[in-house]
């Protein structure tokens, strides 16, 4: 009998699908809108059409199916209960029991991030490895933890917040309510926040010639870098905390690859390679025994249905 392996991503504004085969195969994807903001009854209700639609598009039936989804903020998931999520104003509500009910198939849940970091650690950049880490730079910093192929999610599922470890004592205040978070230097909101508050500093920087205080985004200093110092500062500034970030995730975890995602990874070597230079330097015992390679994530915004389905593989 076939087996169809569907990954639910939900997000605040709409949830991503994804039907695999045992091979890792898409045989079909779809999109629908989250609606979090009629309850979650209603969002559940969204799932399901979503999940027998695309069963029916790849010829499917729910008894060859196995679900998994990833799904923003704290999860419990050994009994499939969303914690609390403000992005979908969810609390202490039983995903996995509503989605099962609707469906009639075993629903397994993690949190979004640790989904991406699933599938990016099955399907993407991280297949050829058995340990692995990826950290997505956008609005803030997030990712997962793969040790020894499983996903790592410590204590009740609340472990493996990349984003909120400490990079500098007494440093900026991050959304959190700590001070100096690795998200609070490394997220893509970080990274604009400082580009604009160098240029208004610095009215001649070249930076102003394409861009405003306003319009200045995680692109700006990197297309300025060669040409002008504001920018170059920018840079150097932000890729020196993302490696001391990536360098104390490579010394506690000592992973074969850690992997890039979210908007500021799309710069790609600009990025990379000063990154990969800094983490060498500060990696402990040196590269000679147990290198730690930083690389691009390759699944985009892909990579948490797909780890959302490679939850639902029964081997995860």
């Given amino acids: 009998m076939a087996e169809y392996y569907v990954g639910i991503d939900i ?17 079909c ?3 629908a809108v989250t609606g979090s903001e009629n309850g979650g009854d209603f969002m559940c209700d969204i799932i399901a059409e979503l999940v027998f639609s695309m069963l029916r598009k790849c010829g499917g039936t729910k008894e060859e199916a ?11 998931s050994m009994n499939g209960v969303l914690v609390f999520s403000g992005n979908l104003n969810l609390r202490d509500y039983p995903l996995s029991k509503k989605i099962e009910e609707r469906i009639g198939i075993p629903v397994k849940v993690t949190n979004d991030a640790n989904a991406a970091a699933l599938g990016e650690a099955k399907f993407g950049a991280g297949k050829n490895y058995k340990n692995s880490i990826l950290v997505t730079l956008g609005t803030g910093v997030g990712g997962g933890i793969i040790i020894d192929g499983k996903l790592f999610e410590g204590y009740k599922s609340a472990g493996a917040e990349i984003g909120h470890m400490v990079i500098e004592r007494h440093g900026d205040v991050c959304t959190c309510g ?7 230097y490394c997220s893509a909101t970080a990274l604009v926040r400082r580009t604009r508050r160098q240029m208004e500093d610095n009215p001649r920087s070249a930076m102003w010639t394409k861009y405003t205080s306003d319009t200045a985004n995680g692109k700006t200093a ?6 002008d110092i504001d920018a170059k500062e920018v840079v150097d500034w932000y890729t020196k905390y993302l490696a001391c970030g990536l360098a104390n995730l490579a010394n506690i975890f000592r992973p074969e690859v850690i992997m890039l995602g979210g908007g500021v ?3 790609g070597d600009n990025l990379i390679v000063p990154v990969q230079t800094y983490v ?23 990579a948490g249905a797909y780890g959302a389905a490679a939850l639902a593989m029964r081997d995860i």
């Fill in 29 to 31: 994807e779809d999109v």
């Fill in 222 to 227: 990197f297309d300025f870098y060669h040409t």
């Fill in 11 to 27: 997000g605040g504004m709409t949830i991503k699908g994804i039907v695999l085969d045992k091979e890792g195969k898409a045989l």
């Fill in 66 to 76: 196995y679900v998994g989804v990833g799904c923003p903020g704290v999860i419990d």
């Fill in 178 to 184: 700590r001070r100096g978070c690795f998200e609070a």
């Fill in 280 to 302: 060498d330097k500060e990696l402990f015992g040196g590269t000679a025994y147990a290198p730690v390679k930083i690389v691009k994530a390759s699944l985009g915004s892909k």
């Fill in 265 to 267: 990874s799309e710069q």
